[in-house]
């Protein structure tokens, strides 16, 4: 008798049909959590550069938003895809873009829920919060606003003091490489920042010795 007969060879190949079709299904939506992706990620980019120009990107926040419920609903049976490298990097473009916003407008603090994305990859995301407000605190003080500038490291200084309460395993949450570069990014303005309210302390005492001649 054959090891493997026409019974057997049937019922193998109708195990391997249904593995097919499920491989497929998960092909397909793959292609489409990729894409939703991209999308997330180019609409918060377009948000962030939006903000530094002082636009109102509220409307590209929401649309990013609406694409992480998408894909979280369309990913529920698919937890594998979720958790994947690209949704999450996307997830993180989503948060950075959000809280950003919310604290250069001085606007409502998402959570992860709110942005429909997962607590990892918001913690991930605001590491690179640091970036932005460093950005934010540079344009402010060529435009003299040493106040404004102080108030972005103030903020940094916290976001960075949140990211070191997280120390786990890489496999876990890579967050080692985030909280070496805010760090260094928040040591790196703060000597800017004091240099420019010296400088600005100075001209305001040389401005009031001046009104006294």
């Known amino acids: 008798m054959p090891l493997l007969d026409d019974k057997r060879a049937m019922e193998l190949n109708g195990i391997l049909d249904d593995i097919e079709s499920e491989m497929e299904e998960k ?48 990913l529920q049976e698919h937890p594998d895809v979720y958790y994947s490298g690209f949704v999450e990097n996307a ?24 942005l429909a994305v997962t607590g990892r990859a918001y913690v991930l995301g605001l590491g690179d919060v640091v970036g932005e407000l460093r950005r934010y605190a540079l344009e402010r003080l060529k435009e003299g606003e040493v106040k404004v500038a102080l108030e972005a490291l103030e903020a940094m200084e916290t976001i960075y003091e949140g990211l070191m309460r997280f120390n786990y395993p890489t496999a876990l949450m890579a967050i080692k490489r985030k909280q070496d570069i805010a760090r260094s990014l928040l040591e790196k303005t703060r000597g800017e920042v004091v240099v420019a309210l010296r400088s600005f302390e100075l001209e305001k005492r040389l401005g009031e010795l001046k009104e006294r001649e």
Do not use: F, W, Y
């Open 27 to 74: 092909d397909t939506v793959r292609e489409l959590a990729m894409k939703s992706s991209r999308a997330m990620a180019r609409l918060s980019v377009n948000a962030i550069g939006g903000l530094h120009r002082d636009d109102d990107v509220r409307k590209l926040l929401e649309e990013a938003r609406e694409e992480a419920r998408r894909l979280r609903s369309l």
């Open 91 to 114: 997830h993180q473009e989503v948060t950075e873009a959000a809280i950003a916003h919310s604290l250069i407008t001085d606007s409502h603090l998402p959570r992860p829920e709110d």
